[in-house]
């Protein structure tokens, strides 16, 4: 994976085709704190969530981007990519799925959740801390 330091942030690594959304990100005042390669359950085939269990990195298909103010989930494309964005503030809590199993974690949002797969376990562990540590009132 071809990965750069663009988009004036400072330690954190962004892939090659990430660029186009983390200029847009930090000029709308977002601060990156961590991009994974990751996909949503409800947006993938089986085969996708395949890739990404196995752990594929040659065939990431879409990133969890997280921000000081948000989580985007992106899928790069050629011309543009696709974001969902969650504010951080809606995010009630992060569980894992089946505790380290298939690198999963459920995000939920009141009564609704989505399920992430992330295609590295470490990356879903720092996420899940950090979403924990936004949640118990220390990281803002």
Known sequence: MTETKEA?????????????TAKKLAAAGEKLVQIAPAILQSKASEQMLAIARMGMLDKVLGYLVTTDKNVHFVRPGIAWDSVQTVPLDVIDDVVYENEFHNNTLKIKVGEKAEKIIFYDDMDGIRFYHYIKHIKSGSGR
């Open 8 to 20: 004036g942030v400072i330690g954190i690594d962004v892939p090659k085709k990430l660029n186009r």
